[in-house]
């Protein structure tokens, strides 16, 4: 094609006499076969038309600081807002990947007795994305879309791709069967790398992977899997992670004027606000007060840190107890309620629930994980739920490219041609033209994929199907954006809408191949 490159043969160029040819239509009840000379003719006209059409495709460009809904969400319904802390309230620069990646890796050289060379094994924010799946047992990482089909192209064993052949073989066929899949909270063998922190761990699980595959060691990628897990968990519970970040926290924390901006405009509109966070109180407090100042604890209603979830969602007999800012010591007391200006540690959300009376859609409870954040409260409670996913923003750049919107855009017209090419492919010449179509096609695929991440693609997006992480995302959130601070773009009494996708079954708007502008 014109625009990537032409596959079809340049002797199949359309003839004008062609366009004007008196061919039958495909749905007639004896449809002629059409000529190879004019599928062709009808491909050059749909090529024709979609490089005219990529500047001016409606809907373009997306807004990256929008936010987008999977349900419709009126805030005006909303009297409660709450929060998590990492990546929701607090954004972090990369260094902190850095700085995880560095902390975990020292803890298997100097306890685990790892290879001393793997220090020189360092963190590559390009390699991965979140999302992926690792299958502990055969040490191998991968992206799945919706319906748990492997990705084919994007699995990898340490740094090496695995072919094609050998993952079908493997799995038998590119399915994965449910009861192989992790649950919400990472059980099962096919374990989901979810969270931000998620990337620095696939980075060291490929990098060792990879180094001790090469250096000739014998070992059980379970064995790998397991250590770099309680390493990465060590340095989030030993508190060496929380106090390297404090130590510099302008190196590790981006500035957020915009989120102490909202949530003013919510205090000032009667809304009560609540934050439940596992990160510490101490770490907590010196962020906000970086960010919001001193008197943040005036701001919300309720502060509940080191609050376990999930288990704060799930576990009802985790009890609230009370933290002493001044002593940084815990109360033996009961706690009978939430009071302003105090934090409370741990707890669950039915005695949260019970003691501020704040339950149902009323609530808008907003996170970074789509199942630590999210899952229990839109599932179990009703809560309006939603998702701050900071890829988002780089993503829609992307897809606003001129090179993303042709490539797009052509690609679903090809689709269209080869579909209906293909109810003639019992004639052999118009097999092979259907066949170099899927190849032309195979190539806008990997263009786009690369686009993203030359490894894993979009995280949102297989070549067609929405991802895996896509589809926790549009059942466990009801509005999803980049960034907090996009909520300010928008008046406090809006209503987000989601937008309408036709099911496969139902009247969509047409395409645009003029496959039977042609052959008719």
């Known amino acids: 094609m014109a625009l990537y490159g032409r596959i079809g043969p340049s002797r199949h160029r359309p003839h004008p006499e062609l366009i004007r040819a008196p061919i039958r239509r495909l749905w007639d009840s004896r449809p002629a076969t059409p000529t190879v000379r004019q599928l062709w003719d009808a491909y050059a006209t749909s090529e024709q038309r979609c490089s005219e059409e990529a ?82 047992g055969n040490g191998m990482l991968m992206k799945m879309d919706s319906f748990h089909r492997i990705q084919l192209g994007t699995v990898y064993r340490g740094h090496e791709p695995v072919s094609d052949a050998d993952v079908l073989s493997l799995y038998d066929g590119a399915h994965v069967p449910i009861q192989r899949m992790s649950d919400f909270y990472g059980g099962g063998n096919m374990y989901q790398m979810m969270d931000h922190f998620s990337k620095p761990e696939i980075n060291l699980i490929t990098n060792i992977q990879d180094y001790l595959l090469k250096q000739g060691y014998t070992c059980d990628p379970e064995n790998i899997y397991r250590d770099i897990r309680e390493a990465v968990t ?57 960010i919001f100042g001193a008197d943040w604890l005036q701001m919300f209603d309720v502060v509940i840190c080191q609050a376990m979830k999930p288990k704060f969602f799930t576990n009802k007999h985790q009890h609230f107890r009370r933290y002493k800012k001044t002593k940084q010591t815990i109360s033996w007391e009961k706690v009978n309620q939430l009071d302003k200006g105090r934090v409370y540690m741990r707890g669950n959300i039915k005695d949260f629930v019970d003691m501020t009376q704040w339950s149902g859609s009323k609530v808008f409870y907003i996170g970074d994980s789509v199942y630590i954040d999210l899952a229990d409260p839109t599932l179990q409670y009703g809560w309006t739920t939603g998702a701050v996913i900071p890829e988002l923003a780089q993503e829609i750049h992307k897809m606003n490219t001129i090179g993303y919107r042709r490539a797009t855009n052509w690609m679903v017209n090809l689709e269209h041609l080869i579909e209906q090419a293909q109810l ?65 773009n ?27 502008s042609v052959i008719r």
């Open 234 to 290: 060590s340095v989030h519970l030993s508190g060496v992670f929380h106090n390297a970040i404090l130590r510099n926290l302008p190196e590790y924390l981006q500035n957020r004027n915009k989120v102490r901006e909202f949530l003013i405009r919510l205090n000032a509109a009667g809304k009560k606000l609540f934050l439940i966070t596992n990160s510490p109180y101490d770490f907590v407090n010196q962020g906000m007060i970086n």
């Open 490 to 516: 928008y008046p406090i009494s809006y209503t987000f809408y989601p937008h309408r996708s036709a099911l496969p079954h139902e009247i969509q708007l047409p395409k645009k191949s003029h496959f039977h």
């Open 55 to 136: 500047n001016t495709l409606p809907g373009l460009p997306i807004n990256p600081e929008a936010v987008f809904a999977n349900n419709e969400t009126p805030l005006s319904h909303i009297e409660v807002y709450g929060f998590d802390y990492d990546y929701t309230l607090a954004a972090y620069t990369e260094s902190v990947a850095h700085l995880l990646y560095d902390l975990a890796r020292d803890i298997l050289i100097n306890k685990n007795k790892y290879p001393k060379d793997i220090l020189h094994l360092d963190y590559n924010k390009e390699f991965a994305i979140r999302g992926l799946h690792f299958d502990i």
């Open 424 to 488: 003639y492919s019992e004639d052999s010449e118009i097999a092979a033209v259907v066949n170099s179509w899927l190849d032309e096609r195979q190539t806008l695929r990997v263009y786009n994929k690369t686009l993203f991440n030359p490894r894993f693609g979009s995280l949102f997006r297989t070549y067609t199907n929405p991802t895996y992480f896509s589809r926790r995302l549009s059942r466990f959130a009801d509005v999803y954006t980049s960034s907090l601070c996009n909520f300010l």
